[in-house]
């Protein structure tokens, strides 16, 4: 059983389109992340969910709304899209907040090119 | 601010021979630090990591990492690479401030095994 799901592992849209990418976690976290990986490999965090609720909320664009149903479940959705926003989301779980040496888990990504 | 420096954005092994890859941190605190692999196409699994028990940590694959806290160090080696170590290895420390236990990257090392 996967982890970290994520879907959908690719997609191309063109620009102007709202997407969604889903994540689900089936380890039983209460902590989920999404970072972005540009082109040149660089990965950095767009926001942090603690059993529902925003914890992190980096400079990100209002265009990209993060959305927990539950602490299982941290959905990304895009508004708007734009050519700069191809790059992989990954999405990312790790145990009780506040045990910074737990290990982050990370989903096999999802690729999303603007066309 | 927590961050590390990896040093070499690439770096060329033969088949057989000691890998080394750099990283540095800068941390006001004892840092969290972890070594993740991305093999082309997929997602992050994470190779080891140090939080503050033994400094010699080893991790999957054959791969260790020594904190060296004078040196403000955390350098990953592995005695002999194999052709299917080939792949992208990001160093990462984690904040401890509760509320922000992101991980925050490094700009990762690419590498590469010549037959």
């Known amino acids: 059983d996967t982890a970290v799901s994520q879907t959908p592992k690719y997609l191309v849209t063109q620009m102007g389109n709202d997407k969604s990418i889903k994540c689900e976690q089936n380890?039983?976290?209460?902590?989920m992340y999404w970072y972005k990986q540009d082109s040149k490999k660089f990965l950095k965090i767009m926001f942090s969910?603690?059993?529902?609720?925003?914890?992190i909320n980096e400079t990100v664009p209002n265009r990209f709304s993060p959305k927990s149903p539950d602490k299982a479940h941290l959905n990304l959705h895009i508004n708007s899209l734009e050519l700069g926003d191809s790059a992989v989301y990954f999405c990312?779980?790790?145990?009780?907040?506040?045990?910074?040496?737990?290990?982050?888990?990370f989903g096999e990504g999802s690729w999303l090119t603007v066309v | 601010a927590q961050s590390v420096t990896q040093l070499g954005s690439h770096v060329s092994v033969s088949e057989g021979a000691l890998v080394l890859l750099r990283c540095n941190y800068s941390?006001?605190?004892?840092?969290?630090l972890f070594w993740y692999v991305q093999y082309p196409n997929q997602g992050l699994q994470l190779l080891l990591k140090?939080?503050?028990?033994?400094?010699l940590v080893k991790g999957i694959n054959g791969f260790e990492a020594e904190f060296k806290k004078s040196e403000t160090s955390f350098h990953l080696t592995k005695p002999s690479a194999h052709m299917s170590d080939a792949a992208e290895y990001f160093c990462?420390?984690?904040?401890?401030?509760?509320?922000?236990?992101?991980?925050?990257f490094g700009t990762g090392t690419r590498l590469t095994i010549i037959p």
């Open positions: 990312a779980s790790s145990p009780l907040r506040g045990s910074s040496g737990n290990t982050i888990y």
């Open positions: 380890l039983g976290h209460d902590t």
């Open positions: 969910y603690n059993n529902k609720e925003l914890i």
């Open positions: 941390s006001s605190v004892p840092p969290y």
């Open positions: 140090y939080t503050s028990a033994a400094t």
């Open positions: 990462a420390v984690r904040g401890t401030n509760f509320g922000n236990e992101k991980l925050t």
